[in-house]
Nanobody, 121 residues
Framework: QVQVVESGGGLVQPGGSLRLSCAAS????????MGWYRQAPGKQRELVAT???????NYADSVKGRFTISKDNARNTVYLQIDSLKLEDTAVYYCKADLQMRIGGTRYDFWGQGTQVTVSS
């Protein structure tokens, strides 16, 4: 019914940059917010950044000043520009969409499958 697909991960050296993309598609009436989360090996999934349909963004303290979240409402797409990458940014990055599938319907969270970001020299 709803698909959330991330792309843009890869292997990058410390100090490098990446741009992640996430597109939501399918039976979507309204998207309230989209966001990025990450999970490093042996750790819990954590919030990276979120952005509402109105453009309000929120960042984890660990990424402020290095990561930038943006969106394209017309394309139901959210981006994460990652700069000044550090070794500790290595993780699987997941996208989440908070949305309704129909008018007056329940809000649901839909998750993507994740994209691997590896920072290594």
């Amino acid at each position: 019914q709803v698909q959330v697909v991330e792309s843009g991960g890869g292997l990058v050296q410390p100090g490098g940059s990446l741009r992640l993309s996430c597109a939501a598609s399918g039976r979507i009436f309204n998207i309230y917010a989209m966001g990025w989360y990450r999970q490093a090996p042996g750790k819990q999934r954590e919030l990276v950044a979120t952005i509402t349909s109105g453009g309000t963004s929120n960042y984890a303290d660990s990424v402020k000043g290095r990561f930038t979240i943006s969106k394209d409402n017309a394309r139901n797409t959210v981006y994460l520009q990652i700069d000044s990458l550090k070794l500790e940014d290595t993780a699987v990055y997941y996208c989440k969409a908070d949305l309704q599938m129909r008018i007056g319907g329940t809000r649901y969270d839909f998750w993507g499958q994740g994209t691997q970001v590896t920072v290594s020299s």
